[in-house]
C-alpha cells in the first residue's frame, strides 16, 4: 500500500502547480502531514500520487501587506506563534496556534493544510469565517481569491478546482475598537479534537454592540457563520437581556450532532455559553 | 527512493518508499528502537524525535521529507553509556515508571530545554502536553526536568 504511492518533490511553486495540472484530481498535496499521514496509517488514503509541497520556502513566510496579514501556505503554527504580526493583528489565532495538538504539531502544521483539509471541527477555521479572510489559491490558470465564508462548500469539500492549491491565507487587518476571541473546548487543552470552537469578532462602543461576526466549528458539516445570530444582536443595546437572548439564539441556531466526542445537546449549550462569556467581556 | 539523512550525527542512507514512516525507518532499518510507537496518530509523543532540530512525531513524518535533514533520537542524548544531566535527573527524581513514553519525554524534555534553558511549571506542562505517560507519572516527570534545569 505505502510502497505503491510515488511522490513528486517540487522544488518551487510553478513546478508545483504543473505537477497539479498533469495530475488534476490524481493526486494529494502535502505539507506538514499532521492530517494525512494520520489518514495513511488508518487506512483513508487511497491516493497514489503525492505533491509534497514541504520545500516550497517561498511560500513558508508570515507578513504584513499594507491592511492585510497574509499568511504563507507552509507556515506552521510554531511560524504564527513567532510571527509579531499574527500577535499585532490577529490575537485570536495566537490563542487557536497554541491549542492545536502541542508542540510537535505545532512545528508540522500548516494553517493553509487545516483549510484544505476543511474539517468542520478545524480549530482554526471559525477564525477564517470571522475575519472575513480570503484564501489565495493558484493553479498554472492564475491565482484568485476566495472568500472564506464560501471556500468550505460541504463535509470536507473545498471551492479548491482539482489543479488549484492555496498559496496563501489572507487576513484583513483589525478596525479601530474590534476585539478577538477563540475557544475551544475539548476533553483537554492540548491534542483533543474539539468538541465545539468559536472565534469572535464584535465592536462595541458606549454599551452598543456595533457590530457581530461569529465562526463556529462542530455545527454542522462545515465550519460556519451564524448570520441569524449576528442579525440580531447587531446595533443593540449590550446588556444582560441582550446576553440571554444572543446565548439562546445561537444554541438554537447551530446544527451540531451526537457523535463520538460529545452529543448535540451539550454543543448548543456550550456554544451559547462561549458567545455570552465574550459579550460580558465587552461590557 | 533513495534518502541520505544524519541520525544522532552519524550520516546513514537508507533506499525505503517514499512515504514509509521515519518512526519505521529508525526502529525497523536502522534498529533504533529507543523510540517508541504508541498512538502511531501524533497524539502521544511517544515517537517524539528532533528534525533539525525541531521537535516532531516521527510517526507523522514521510521519510522523503527528511532526504538531507539531521535527526537526533533517544539514542543521541546520551554520550555512550554516559547519561545527560537531563537522563540523569529522569532517573533521580523517579520520572520513569513502565518505560513506554520515557524516550519520547526526554525528546520533547530536551527541545524544550534547548529552547527555554529555565522554564516554569506552566512552561514544561505545556512543552510536555503531546506527551502522554499512562502511568500518570507526570509530577515527578516536571521535577526531573526542573531539576534538569537547575543543574550548572
Known amino acids: ?283 | 527512493m533513495k534518502i541520505l539523512l544524519g541520525v544522532n550525527g552519524v550520516s546513514k542512507t537508507v533506499e525505503v518508499a517514499p512515504m514509509r514512516r521515519l518512526l519505521d525507518v529508525l526502529r525497523l532499518d536502522l534498529a533504533l528502537t529507543g523510540t517508541k510507537e504508541g498512538c502511531g496518530e501524533g497524539e502521544c509523543g511517544a515517537c517524539s524525535v528532533l528534525l533539525d532540530g525541531v521537535l516532531v512525531n516521527a510517526c507523522l513524518i514521510p521519510i522523503c521529507q527528511t532526504d538531507g535533514a539531521q535527526i537526533v533520537t533517544v539514542e543521541g542524548l546520551s554520550n555512550g553509556a554516559a547519561l545527560s544531566p537531563l537522563q540523569r535527573s529522569f532517573v533521580s527524581e523517579g520520572g520513569a515508571q513502565c518505560g513506554i513514553c520515557t524516550p519520547g519525554m526526554l525528546v520533547a524534555s530536551h527541545a524544550l530545554l534547548n529552547q527555554t534553558p529555565h522554564p516554569s511549571e506552566a512552561q514544561i506542562r505545556e512543552g510536555l502536553a503531546g506527551n502522554l505517560c499512562r502511568c500518570t507519572g507526570y509530577t515527578k516527570i516536571v521535577a526531573a526536568v526542573q531539576k534538569a534545569a537547575a543543574t550548572p
Open chain 1, 1 to 283: 500500500m505505502i510502497a505503491s504511492i510515488n511522490v513528486v518533490i517540487p522544488r518551487t511553486k510553478d513546478a508545483a502547480l504543473a505537477t497539479l495540472a498533469e495530475n488534476a484530481g490524481k493526486c494529494t498535496l502535502l505539507a506538514g502531514g499532521t492530517d494525512l499521514m494520520v489518514a495513511l496509517e488508518d487506512g483513508r488514503f487511497t491516493s497514489k500520487l503525492v505533491v509534497d509541497l514541504s520545500r516550497l520556502t517561498e511560500l513558508r513566510f508570515v507578513r504584513r501587506e499594507s491592511d492585510e496579514l497574509v499568511i504563507g501556505a507552509l507556515a506552521t503554527y510554531t511560524d504564527l506563534l513567532r510571527s509579531p504580526h499574527v500577535a499585532q493583528m490577529a490575537p485570536e489565532l495566537v490563542l487557536c496556534a497554541r491549542e492545536v495538538g502541542a508542540a510537535a504539531i505545532q512545528n508540522r502544521g500548516t494553517l493553509a493544510g487545516s483549510v484544505a483539509n476543511a474539517s468542520p471541527a478545524g480549530d482554526p477555521l471559525p477564525v477564517l469565517l470571522a475575519r472575513d479572510a480570503g484564501i489565495e489559491v493558484a493553479s498554472v490558470r492564475g491565482t484568485r481569491t476566495i472568500l472564506a465564508t464560501q471556500f468550505f462548500v460541504g463535509y470536507r469539500r473545498t471551492a479548491l478546482a482539482p489543479d488549484e492549491m492555496i498559496t496563501a491565507i489572507r487576513i484583513p487587518a483589525p478596525k479601530v475598537g474590534e476585539r478577538f476571541y477563540w475557544r475551544k473546548v475539548g476533553t483537554r487543552r492540548a491534542q483533543s479534537i474539539a468538541k465545539m470552537v468559536l472565534a469572535l469578532r464584535a465592536t462595541a462602543t458606549n454599551g452598543t454592540l456595533q457590530a457581530i461576526a461569529i465562526g463556529v466549528g462542530c455545527a454542522g458539516p462545515t465550519p460556519l457563520r451564524t448570520p441569524k445570530t449576528e442579525a440580531l444582536v447587531a446595533g443593540q443595546r449590550l446588556d444582560k437581556m441582550l446576553i440571554d437572548e444572543a446565548r439562546r439564539s445561537l444554541a438554537a441556531e447551530v446544527a451540531p450532532i451526537d457523535d463520538l466526542r460529545s452529543t448535540a445537546v451539550y454543543r448548543r449549550r456550550v456554544a451559547g455559553n462561549v458567545l455570552a462569556t465574550f459579550l460580558a467581556s465587552l461590557t
